[in-house]
T-cell receptor, first 114, second 114 residues
Framework: GDSVTQMEGPVTLSEEAFLTINCTYT??????LFWYVQYPGEGLQLLLK?????DKGSNKGFEATYRKETTSFHLEKGSVQVSDSAVYFC?????????????FGKGTKLSVIP | DADVTQTPRNRITKTGKRIMLECSQT?????MYWYRQDPGLGLRLIYY???????NKGEISDGYSVSRQAQAKFSLSLESAIPNQTALYFC?????????????FGPGTRLTVL
């Protein structure tokens, strides 16, 4: 079945460091891919998405490129801030637009220290 | 005001008690979902509903039931709570038209079953 594997945390970085959180997926067809972020004490918020191969999603300085050849959707940010401390979830919608089922990775906790 | 609200935000109960968690949304979305989040396991789908008359089981529906009272309201019930139902519960919504594969989450309900 469909699955998402993301790097285990926790990840601790100093402010202004470069961030990469790896995400790979297994799915049939052409899934849509997502990164959601969960700040402490809050629900999940959509951070970015990509719906087809080679698309790049971006938001708040974060980027991720949909790589079909490597079945990956790695999250990157060039310079993290303390306010980026949160749990990040990679997710896929297996049948693309119109489907309802989101499959989530287990989450990666990021802590950014001043 | 938040688009997706959940009540209560925190609840402590005892084994065997009946518990209802409520979700309301003002986004006008047709689709609503209940997930549970456990540390290290990501989010898992409990139930989902595409409209008031359409309710479906998700990955882990045993021990839970739901009610879709209106387009805007979707409740999750634990008929006889047990300790392994201790978790963080999230309600989510998505649109039937337009951006159909993005889900919008409530702030969560932290449930502890003693």
């Amino acid at each position: 079945g469909d699955s998402v594997t993301q790097m285990e945390g926790p990840v601790t970085l100093s402010e202004e460091a470069f961030l990469t959180i790896n995400c790979t997926y297994t799915a049939t067809g052409y899934p849509s891919l997502f990164w959601y972020v969960q700040y402490p004490g809050e629900g999940l918020q959509l951070l970015l998405k990509a719906t087809k191969a080679d698309d790049k999603g971006s938001n708040k300085g974060f980027e991720a490129t949909y790589r079909k050849e490597t079945t990956s959707f790695h999250l990157e940010k060039g310079s993290v801030q303390v306010s980026d401390s949160a749990v990040y979830f990679c997710a896929l919608n297996p049948s693309g637009a119109g489907s309802y089922q989101l499959t989530f990775g287990k989450g990666t906790k990021l802590s950014v220290i001043p | 005001d938040a688009d997706v609200t959940q009540t209560p935000r925190n609840r402590i109960t005892k084994t065997g008690k009946r518990i209802m968690l409520e979700c309301s949304q003002t986004k006008g979305h047709d689709r609503m979902y209940w997930y549970r989040q456990d540390p290290g396991l990501g989010l898992r789908l409990i139930y989902y509903s595409f409209d008031v008359k359409d309710i479906n089981k998700g990955e882990i529906s045993d021990g839970y039931s739901v009610s879709r009272q209106a387009q805007a309201k979707f409740s999750l019930s634990l008929e006889s709570a047990i300790p392994n139902q201790t978790a963080l519960y999230f309600c989510a919504t998505s649109d039937l038209r337009g951006d159909t594969d993005t889900q919008y989450f409530g702030p969560g309900t932290r449930l502890t079953v003693l």
